[in-house]
């Protein structure tokens, strides 16, 4: 039997080769133009990690309809408009011989009320613990649920027609495929809610739409939660029901995280739903992904895992290689503060440094705002600058309240970085 390590290649059910275990995920960069498209500073950052020895970019967060945005700076794709941007983008992103994926989302109810005329989402159920931020959102009706459908498949289309080499589909963090998924927030009782089959239709059906758009050779790839850590939100059982169901449909690699924003488990601040074993092996979902890999292996199906969040050490990363309990190790912050440690880790380095952002002493912004530390981070390398830890948290609040959409939009020539 092979040996299987960090630097193994990996053939996907698509025929696509990733040349080794290690992917920079997706990470909300807030680097685009006021007509949301890509720009220079996006197309430099991504030149940067095509450097690093990932076998895998996925992008940030792109909006499949520009009239909901999850942030100021999102790119968001309907059509070919920005076609030389996204190619621009593709061409920098696949530099290093590695594929480069294009992470497709629609915000739902998670699209602040200070950039979108209103928002909408499964049910008329308002995002809590937010700080105001979002409004009470629209019930989609069943003709704007199929347009979903179309809106997915088209920015897939345009992508890859881009340059990209394949897609990964957003259901994960509370954005709208989250909320279709999740008993908490879909609450509909017609075709798309009521049951867990029904809850997972749309999700499903995106898949088989960007599918029959990208042929069977173009990597399709889905981010979901393990579970949403609320109570009454989607559970590990239902969780796995929605893996074997996409195993089945034949997807490319699942991506594993879990929770919302206002059950922040993905950015590593659970505040005890992950359990303190899973925390000390540091890849918070690893647990969860043997469970699946098994559920799968019965049904004699073939899905390729990633979990992201928490892995810091070579030893551990190879572990969770070489054990067979996933295939693919994701990385984000990390490759932030360090761009080139995939050829570190590759190489056979100790791991990522330990880097911690100092806390702001504000409770109710301490999550956001170490997200933002990050952000502010990646428009240093979107700049061609290097990352400063030393930077205080501070600096960047103004920033942040302007994102979330409680202060009015920067100028053109935004915050000094």
């Known amino acids: 039997m092979m040996s299987i390590d960090l630097t193994t290649a990996l053939t996907l059910p698509s025929g696509a080769r990733l040349p080794n275990r290690i992917a920079k995920v997706a990470l909300s960069e807030g680097l685009s133009d006021r007509t949301q498209a890509p720009t220079y500073k996006l197309i430099r950052l991504y030149r940067r990690w095509a450097d690093s020895g990932a076998g895998l970019l996925i992008t940030g967060n792109v909006m499949i309809d520009r009239r909901a945005l999850s942030e100021l700076g999102n790119v968001a794709v309907e059509d070919d408009r920005h076609i030389e941007l996204l190619a621009e983008w593709a061409a920098a992103a696949t530099a290093g011989g590695g594929q480069a994926w294009v992470q497709l989302c629609h915000p739902g109810r998670q699209a602040p ?4 005329g209103g928002s909408v989402a499964p049910s008329e159920i308002t995002a809590g613990s937010t700080l105001g931020v979002y409004g009470k959102p629209r019930a989609l009706t069943t003709a704007e649920i199929d347009d979903v459908i179309h809106r997915f498949a088209t920015a897939a289309r345009t992508v890859v027609a881009a340059g990209f080499t394949g897609v990964q589909i957003h259901a994960a963090h509370g954005y709208l495929l989250s909320q279709f998924l999740s008993p908490l927030t879909n609450l509909r009782t017609d075709a798309w809610g009521g049951t867990p089959v029904k809850r997972r239709r749309l999700l499903l ?36 029901e929605v893996v074997l169901a996409l195993a089945l449909e034949g997807i490319d690699l699942l991506e594993i995280s879990g929770g919302t924003f206002e059950s922040v488990a993905f950015m590593g601040a659970p505040d005890g739903a992950i359990r303190a074993s899973t925390r000390a092996r540091e890849a918070y979902f690893l647990d969860y992904a043997e469970r699946v890999r098994t559920t799968i292996t019965h049904a004699g199906a073939d899905l390729p895992l990633m979990v992201t969040g928490g892995f810091r050490s070579t030893s551990v990363m190879t572990e969770a290689i070489t054990s067979g309990a996933i295939d693919v190790v994701g990385l984000g912050r990390p490759l932030i503060m360090e761009p080139d440690l995939p050829q570190r880790l590759l190489a056979g380095g100790s791991g990522a440094r330990p880097i911690r952002p100092r806390k702001l002493g504000i409770k109710q912004f301490e999550g956001m705002g170490e997200l933002l530390w990050y952000g502010v981070q990646l428009r240093r390398l979107g700049n061609g600058k290097n990352p400063d830890p030393n930077r205080h948290p501070v600096r960047n609040l103004p920033l942040y309240l302007i994102r979330a959409g409680m202060l009015g939009r920067p100028q053109r020539r935004g915050f000094a970085i």
């Open 113 to 116: 009320r200070a950039l979108n």
């Open 205 to 240: 059906e995106i898949v088989r739409a960007v599918r029959a758009e990208l042929g069977p050779h173009t990597p399709v790839s889905v981010k979901l939660n393990s579970a949403d850590f609320q109570r009454g939100g989607m559970d590990e059982d239902e969780s796995t």
